[in-house]
């Protein structure tokens, strides 16, 4: 939202910012001069203390596809967003300046840098519903990185999945959301193991505290699973989950490395298989990975970058040189 002009002697005085804005597919990011937003009826401007970057805004930049996505160009990207309350507009009742707070892209209110203007930018302003407080203690990188990571992680394995204390989980696949899915099942009191094909990053496993590791879960014989959660989503892994689960167990796939998956509508029956999909999440997962987070005992992988990076962090995530959550902070 572009804040009004205010008229002295016959001059118009208006502040502006640098914001990262997207202008069009296959063209780099542009920092340009915008006015500073202002907070309308419902809504608060946050100045901005962290913001994620994400392999869809690598998307973004390479796929004419995410075009009709977009409700203006040019527009200041990034979805993955926390702050502090700068200004609160007319009617917010529920936040108050200085308030720390992250912004789920998932509401009605839409997701920031699709809907309207995003965090790539030191203001963003945003409606009152689309906020989340960030509990004391979790930091601001933290708090951008759950807005996407952490809720879909947390939606698959808690809202999706139901685990609980005593389940026995498999989760497939030990990336980004895997990484955090896992840990969130072992925090919640399950039992978890892992399948990994990248026997690299095994170790990790072990210190998320996996009661064990392989290259499938069918490796696990002796083990009845409650819940599976298929992060990789390759097809094949999802098939295998649907097999082996335990009656009345629930199977989760969250990955699409494939689109298409053959599953045994036998092992489905006999199994009595609730098989899910989960796509994203909602403002109570957020609150839930902050929960998580709030006991130090949920640190997700991140590297962070400075505001003047963004671009060049957008082309490691392209290159595949990020290791965990790429988190953007401002001074």
């Keep these: 939202?572009?804040?009004?002009?205010?008229?002295?002697?016959?001059?118009?005085?208006?502040?502006?910012?640098?914001?990262?804005?997207?202008?069009?597919?296959?063209?780099?990011?542009?920092?340009?001069?915008?006015?500073?937003?202002?907070?309308?009826?419902?809504?608060?401007?946050?100045?901005?203390?962290?913001?994620?970057?994400?392999?869809?805004?690598?998307?973004?930049?390479?796929?004419?596809g995410w075009?009709?996505?977009?409700?203006?160009?040019?527009?200041?990207?990034?979805?993955e967003n926390a702050g502090v309350v700068a200004e609160v507009g007319e009617g917010v009742t529920d936040f108050a300046v200085?308030?720390?707070?992250?912004?789920?892209?998932?509401?009605?209110?839409?997701?920031?840098?699709?809907?309207?203007?995003?965090?790539?930018?030191?203001?963003?302003?945003?409606?009152?519903?689309?906020?989340?407080?960030?509990?004391e203690g979790v930091d601001f990188v933290y708090g951008a990185a759950a807005t996407?990571?952490?809720?879909?992680?947390?939606?698959?394995?808690?809202?999706?999945g139901g685990v609980k204390a005593g389940d026995t989980v498999g989760i497939i696949g030990l990336g980004g959301l895997g990484q955090i899915g896992a840990r969130v099942a072992v925090l919640a009191g399950a039992t978890v193991y892992i399948a990994e094909v990248n026997e690299s990053v095994w170790g990790l496993a072990e210190e998320i505290g996996a009661a064990g590791v392989a290259k499938s879960l069918r490796e696990f014989e002796d083990v009845t699973f409650d819940v599976i959660v298929d992060f990789a989503g390759f097809g094949g892994t999802t098939a295998d989950a649907v097999e082996i689960i335990r009656r009345d167990g629930t199977v989760v796939v969250v990955g699409m490395g494939k689109l298409e998956a053959t599953i045994s509508t036998r092992a489905l029956i006999l199994n009595q298989c609730n098989l899910k999909g989960s796509n994203g999440g909602t403002k109570e997962d957020v609150a839930g990975i902050y929960?998580?987070?709030?006991?130090?005992?949920?640190?997700?992988?991140?590297?962070?970058?400075?505001?003047d990076e963004i671009p060049d962090g957008i082309a490691k995530l392209h290159r595949g040189e990020v290791t965990g959550r790429l988190v953007a902070v401002f001074d």
């Design 1 to 64: 939202m572009e804040s009004p002009p205010d008229v002295r002697d016959g001059t118009i005085d208006r502040s502006t910012m640098k914001a990262w804005q997207f202008t069009n597919t296959h063209e780099p990011l542009v920092l340009n001069e915008v006015p500073d937003p202002v907070a309308g009826p419902g809504q608060v401007v946050l100045e901005m203390k962290a913001a994620g970057l994400c392999h869809s805004d690598v998307g973004l930049l390479e796929d004419e």
């Design 67 to 79: 075009l009709a996505l977009l409700v203006k160009q040019p527009i200041t990207i990034g979805h």
């Design 98 to 135: 200085g308030d720390r707070v992250g912004v789920c892209p998932t509401t009605p209110a839409g997701a920031p840098g699709y809907n309207f203007d995003g965090g790539f930018a030191p203001k963003m302003v945003v409606d009152a519903q689309a906020l989340v407080p960030i509990p």
């Design 148 to 160: 996407d990571a952490g809720m879909t992680s947390h939606a698959a394995v808690i809202t999706q």
């Design 291 to 307: 929960e998580f987070m709030a006991t130090g005992k949920l640190n997700p992988q991140t590297t962070t970058i400075s505001f």
